[in-house]
Each structure stands twice: as structure tokens, then as C-alpha cells.
Nanobody, 124 residues
């Protein structure tokens, strides 16, 4: 069974950058498609980005396209989210998740695995 642990959250000023990591335990990480999601205070959790198990395809929410970059290193069992040009509205708890279905990740539907989340706060 794969377990996911996010790290890298913190406080950053608007316009700044931050990189999140999601480390996975277990030997089957490379078979999972991975995604990042976020939940802002008082709002529903939403899709941010996803990457196929092979890194051949990446997907982004319109709100982060051009500012965020998802990547993965299967040798290190880790998926990353590089966040540039951060805005106060990017403030949220960021979660990584894993699923064998890319459509399920993009729709955030019954995902197989979730991490515990890491808080990102962007000050204006």
C-alpha cells in the first residue's frame, strides 16, 4: 500500500515561488498517476494539476496554468509542484493524491490515495 506525505508548504509573499513535494512509500508508486489539489478556507477542494505515471502528460486547472508546474521522479517516489507568481488566492491546504485513472484525478472522483496536506499561505 502506498502512503503519501506532502511537504514544502509555508508563508510566501505574493509574486513569490514555492515548491511542494509529495513523497510516497511503497513499491508501486510508478504505476500511479498523481495529482495535486487544494482547499481554501471555506471552499471546496479543487483540482490543481495532474501527471501521468510515465510523465508523458500533464494537466492543469486554468487558474494555475502557466504559473504551476507538476513533475515527478519515479526513482525517488516523489511528485513535485512548483508554484511561481503566487497570488493571495492560491492560499490553501494543498494535497497530493494518487489514482490509476487520469480522468478520476482530473474530476477528483473517488481517488485511491490522499496525503494529509500542507498549508500554503500567500500574503499580499
Amino acid at each position: 500500500q502506498v502512503q503519501l506525505v506532502e511537504s514544502g508548504g509555508g508563508l510566501v509573499q505574493a509574486g513569490g515561488s514555492l515548491s511542494l513535494s509529495c513523497a510516497a512509500s511503497g513499491r508501486t508508486f510508478s504505476t500511479y498517476n498523481m495529482g495535486w489539489f487544494r482547499q481554501a478556507p471555506g471552499k471546496e477542494r479543487e483540482f490543481v494539476a495532474a501527471i501521468k505515471w510515465s510523465s508523458s502528460n500533464t494537466y492543469y486547472a486554468d487558474s494555475v496554468k502557466g504559473r504551476f508546474t507538476i513533475s515527478r521522479d519515479n526513482a525517488k517516489n516523489t511528485v513535485y509542484l512548483r508554484m511561481d507568481t503566487l497570488k493571495p488566492e492560491d492560499t490553501a491546504v494543498y494535497y497530493c493524491a494518487a489514482d490509476h485513472s487520469v480522468p478520476a484525478l482530473r474530476l477528483m472522483r473517488n481517488l485511491e490515495l490522499w496525503g494529509q496536506g500542507t498549508l500554503v499561505t500567500v500574503s499580499s
